[in-house]
């Protein structure tokens, strides 16, 4: 750090200059003293070269997990239970260096935290920059940065599905809660006979039992695509249809239709899927 406080000059034509910034080149005449009092228009710098900035996080990939049952007390009007289980990164700043006053994060999803390790969840899957900035007793500043991976899956157990000819039948949809930026979505639907007819291995071959799949692209509260990735009559009592989606990179939500059209009943359907995020 450098201070110039007072300078004497003398001398004939004598010109006085400092180490600092300053507006006008002073001229004296021979055998004329004076006292300049100078002062800088910067603050002195401090230079800390020891001071960094240094991230430790427990893992850089995480998964959410998302389940949800409807239950229904035979009025037709299902409740959803849903239990959400994010997953907690522990960060800390401890190995970072230099004279220290303060430890800043941004977890890049609207959120700070102040202090040298704490710990944070995403509500919403999908790729997020950490940033840890540090500052010392000068005002000095470092920063070091960290991506994190937020993965989703989910598991949802749809109410009893009945066939679209039916007075009573309902929709037997299933939201992927796809994000932007999601590049994989893989997973499967699983449906049963419910046991309260005729089973699926008994019945003639016009009346086996039947079940479509289709996927369904939207765009707000919109459907924009849709494909039908299943539409197959079988005589047996379970059947699991997979299915996968390499989605667009355009931030719109995948559902998932199920539907039958024989009048026998499929009981609790079961979905469950796995969404990758870059």
Same mark, same amino acid.
């Given at each position: 750090?450098?201070?110039?406080?007072?300078?004497?000059?003398?001398?004939?034509?004598?010109? $006085?200059?400092?180490?600092?910034?300053?507006?006008?080149?002073?001229?004296?005449?021979? *055998? #004329?003293?004076?006292?300049? *009092?100078?002062?800088?228009?910067?603050?002195?710098?401090?230079?800390?070269?020891?001071?960094?900035?240094?991230?430790?996080?427990?893992?850089?990939?995480?998964?959410?997990?998302?389940?949800? #049952?409807?239950?229904?007390?035979?009025?037709?009007?299902?409740?959803?239970?849903?239990?959400?289980?994010?997953?907690?990164?522990?960060?800390?700043?401890?190995?970072?260096?230099?004279?220290?006053?303060?430890?800043?994060?941004?977890?890049?999803?609207?959120?700070?935290?102040?202090?040298?390790?704490?710990?944070?969840?995403?509500?919403?899957?999908?790729?997020?920059?950490?940033?840890?900035?540090?500052?010392?007793?000068?005002?000095?500043?470092?920063?070091?940065?960290?991506?994190?991976?937020?993965?989703?899956?989910?598991?949802?157990?749809?109410?009893?599905?009945?066939?679209?000819? $039916?007075?009573?039948?309902?929709?037997?949809?299933?939201?992927?809660?796809?994000?932007?930026? $999601? =590049?994989?979505?893989?997973?499967?639907?699983? =449906?049963?006979?419910?046991?309260?007819?005729?089973?699926?291995?008994?019945?003639?071959?016009?009346?086996?039992?039947?079940?479509?799949?289709?996927?369904?692209?939207?765009?707000?509260?919109?459907?924009?695509?849709?494909?039908?990735?299943?539409?197959?009559?079988?005589?047996?009592?379970?059947?699991?249809?997979?299915?996968?989606?390499?989605?667009?990179?355009?931030?719109?939500?995948?559902?998932?239709?199920?539907?039958?059209?024989?009048?026998? *009943?499929?009981?609790?359907?079961?979905?469950?899927?796995?969404?990758?995020?870059?």
């Amino acid at each position: 750090m450098i201070f110039v406080a007072l300078l004497l000059v003398s001398g004939s034509g004598a010109y $006085a200059y400092t180490e600092g910034v300053f507006d006008d080149i002073l001229e004296f005449n021979e *055998d #004329e003293d004076e006292i300049i *009092d100078s002062v800088p228009d910067e603050k002195p710098v401090v230079i800390e070269n020891d001071l960094a900035a240094f991230i430790s996080v427990s893992a850089n990939v995480g998964t959410n997990f998302y389940s949800m #049952e409807e239950v229904d007390d035979g009025d037709n009007n299902e409740v959803e239970e849903i239990v959400w289980n994010n997953f907690s990164f522990q960060f800390d700043g401890k190995q970072s260096s230099g004279k220290i006053d303060n430890y800043t994060w941004n977890f890049g999803d609207g959120n700070t935290f102040y202090g040298v390790e704490g710990e944070h969840s995403y509500e919403l899957p999908g790729k997020y920059m950490v940033t840890l900035t540090v500052i010392s007793p000068s005002g000095n500043t470092a920063s070091n940065q960290t991506e994190i991976t937020v993965n989703f899956d989910g598991y949802v157990i749809s109410d009893n599905m009945e066939c679209t000819c $039916a007075p009573t039948a309902k929709v037997t949809q299933i939201d992927l809660k796809i994000e932007e930026n $999601a =590049v994989n979505i893989f997973g499967e639907t699983t =449906v049963t006979h419910d046991g309260s007819s005729e089973d699926c291995t008994q019945r003639l071959a016009i009346q086996q039992c039947h079940l479509r799949v289709t996927i369904q692209e939207y765009s707000g509260g919109s459907v924009v695509s849709e494909e039908i990735i299943f539409d197959e009559t079988f005589a047996t009592n379970t059947k699991t249809v997979p299915f996968s989606i390499s989605p667009m990179d355009n931030g719109n939500n995948y559902k998932i239709l199920l539907e039958t059209d024989q009048i026998r *009943d499929w009981h609790k359907p079961n979905t469950e899927w796995f969404v990758e995020y870059e």
